[in-house]
């Protein structure tokens, strides 16, 4: 197999951390997961919201596994960042927030590089990136509000559930009309 | 006025079709963006200018791991 991106090794990388039993489930977020509904636009790096097969006890969260599994295979590390295959790689554990656990189980799998991959959807990202109210954030909402990429009724529902309506009404005056609640 | 309208209308065909690529046509347009984007601030740096961005410099060195020159 030729590849033509070197985020399909990445893809197999997440899928072995999987079959060996580091992650039980996981998604792309962030901005890539904005782009593979978007347009390109640059960023320069990866976020994997993923789940442990083992709930974590204890107060401090370990990613043990994961920096175990990265130094077997000389993967190197800088700072929160796992650097696989060209790609600098955020690995975020998504079980303590109900948000991010819906949309890592909820997320719809794409196809890059002839492999498969669960993707966050636009809805949920749009919730997250309002949940975390940095200007890029809002920089990418307004790309997917440029492109009518969210369904206004499902956003909703998702700001309802997860009490973030609020956060958003304080931005909407932004966004088209279909986006303001 | 007319060109004017025109680049308007060229510029969203464009994006529409960006948005159309599929998703690893999308993520290759990505990394050449990604190589564009260092060489630009890479030249800018050399030339006295604001350094490179951390998480640019992250993403070379990762790059320069993997044997690709940029």
Request: charged share 30%.
């Amino acid at each position: 197999m030729t590849d033509i991106t070197n985020l399909g090794p990445v893809i197999d990388v997440l899928a072995d951390m999987r079959r060996i039993g580091i992650f039980s489930d996981y998604a792309i977020g962030g901005a890539v997961a904005g782009i593979l509904y978007d347009e390109p636009f640059t960023t320069f790096d990866l976020d994997i919201f993923f789940f442990f097969v083992e709930d974590q006890t204890g107060l401090i969260l370990s990613l043990e596994k994961i920096y175990n599994y990265a130094r077997e295979r000389g993967f190197v590390f800088d700072k929160d960042f796992i650097k696989i295959h060209g790609w600098p790689v955020q690995f975020v554990e998504s079980s303590s927030t109900e948000l991010w656990t819906e949309a890592i189980e909820t997320a719809p799998i794409k196809s890059i590089d002839d492999r498969q991959i669960k993707v966050i959807d636009p809805e949920h990202l749009a919730a997250m990136w309002i949940f975390a109210g940095r200007k890029k954030d809002f920089y990418k909402i307004d790309k997917f509000d440029e492109s009518k990429l969210m369904n206004a009724d499902r956003l909703k529902d998702i700001l309802v559930r997860f009490d973030l309506l609020t956060r958003w009404r304080t931005a909407q005056d932004a966004f088209s009309p279909e986006y303001r609640f | 006025m007319n060109s004017l309208k025109h680049l308007i209308e060229s510029k969203k065909r464009f994006r529409q079709h960006q948005r159309d690529l599929s998703p690893t046509e999308k993520i290759r347009q990505l990394e050449l963006l990604q190589r564009r984007y260092y060489s630009i601030m890479a030249d800018r740096e050399r030339s006295g200018g604001r350094p490179i961005p951390a998480e640019v410099k992250r993403w070379a060195e990762a790059q320069r791991e993997i044997g690709i020159e940029i």
